[in-house]
């Protein structure tokens, strides 16, 4: 551990305006279920020394149906996800991607709310709520915002969240069309993805890709030409040219596009009574 523990400020709030107004007051990080933070305490990258404990409360937790609205509380678990009936009727697809995140383990302690809060382009949950037209539903002592989560980034593991803000909630309306979920890894269980798509069939099909460029993205050229009719081979030439993805040290750009491409084939070939083909 190259962060010395003993040299963290860690406050525990006993309620969400509790924590609303410790944030407001100076700025700390949140910690949720830590599987993020935890990594990078590790590694020694956090600069702050102050963090907010938000694992306990509560009032964060739930999964529930408004106004026929998917409401997933910022501290559900993929474990939570994994098990919520409201979730596996209306949104399997990102049943599907927690089934795939990490392991039981981080799936029991990982949330949706640190997942989209942490930014990485390769967060698996994000193109599924990038694909719902999910908004991110964000507080801070001075009020309540929503953001469409189409418009949540801002650059890579940079987002329109202020300091003094939280993730409370995040907001899923009812998805018309079939959903279909990829995660392609180096492995099929605790891998990073290298390509992970989420995708609704319909007429005008919403397709998400995260680990293609630098934040989660929509691809509304390609879902464009698809709507309009365009054959699988053109409208995978759109897509070539509409995502941006980079050589790392999982994969290389090349890869990736290809992949891209292959798995819209995929899901425009594969049948509607398939679950999640
Ligand atoms: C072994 C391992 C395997 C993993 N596998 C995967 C995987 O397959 N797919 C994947 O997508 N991820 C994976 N992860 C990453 C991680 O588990 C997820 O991103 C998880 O959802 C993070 O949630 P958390 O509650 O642990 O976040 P934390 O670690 O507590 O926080 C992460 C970030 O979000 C901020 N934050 C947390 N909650 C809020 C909130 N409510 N409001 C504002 N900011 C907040 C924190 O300040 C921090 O910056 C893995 C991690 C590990 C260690």
């Not at 007051?25 to 600069?47: C, H, I, K, Q, S």
Request: glycine share 6%; aromatic share 6%.
């Amino acid at each position: 551990m190259r962060t010395a523990i003993s040299e963290l400020d860690l406050r525990r709030p006993k309620s969400l305006g509790e924590a609303l107004e410790m944030l407001r007051d100076e700025p700390r990080m949140p910690v949720a279920g830590a599987t993020d933070v935890y990594v990078a305490l590790n590694f020694g990258t956090l600069p702050t020394k102050r963090y907010l404990d938000i694992w306990p409360l509560d009032e964060l937790r739930g999964i529930t149906v408004r106004d026929d609205t998917l409401v997933l509380g910022a501290l559900a678990t993929y474990t939570d996800c994994i098990r919520s009936r409201e979730v596996n009727a209306r949104l399997p697809m990102l049943v599907e991607a927690s089934r795939l995140v990490g392991g039981p383990q981080i799936q029991n302690r990982g949330t949706i709310g640190g997942n989209i809060a942490n930014a990485s382009p390769a967060g698996d949950s994000l193109p599924v709520f990038a694909a719902a037209d999910a908004a991110v539903v964000l507080r801070s002592a001075a009020g309540e915002r929503r953001v469409p989560f189409t418009s949540f980034y801002t650059g890579y593991r940079a987002s329109v969240r202020r300091p003094d803000e939280l993730i409370v909630a995040v907001e899923v309306p009812r998805v018309e069309g079939q959903q279909w979920f990829r995660k392609v890894g180096t492995r099929a269980a605790q891998a990073i993805s290298k390509v992970v798509v989420a995708a609704v069939r319909s007429p005008k099909p919403k397709i998400a890709f995260g680990s293609v460029a630098a934040t989660v993205v929509r691809v509304p050229r390609t879902e464009h030409a698809l709507a309009s009719g365009a054959s699988i081979d053109d409208a995978l030439q759109v897509l070539g040219a509409e995502i941006t993805p980079i050589d790392d040290v999982r994969s290389t750009a090349e890869y990736r596009r290809q992949v891209a491409k292959n798995l819209v084939r995929r899901f425009l070939s594969s049948r509607t009574s398939e679950r999640s083909e």
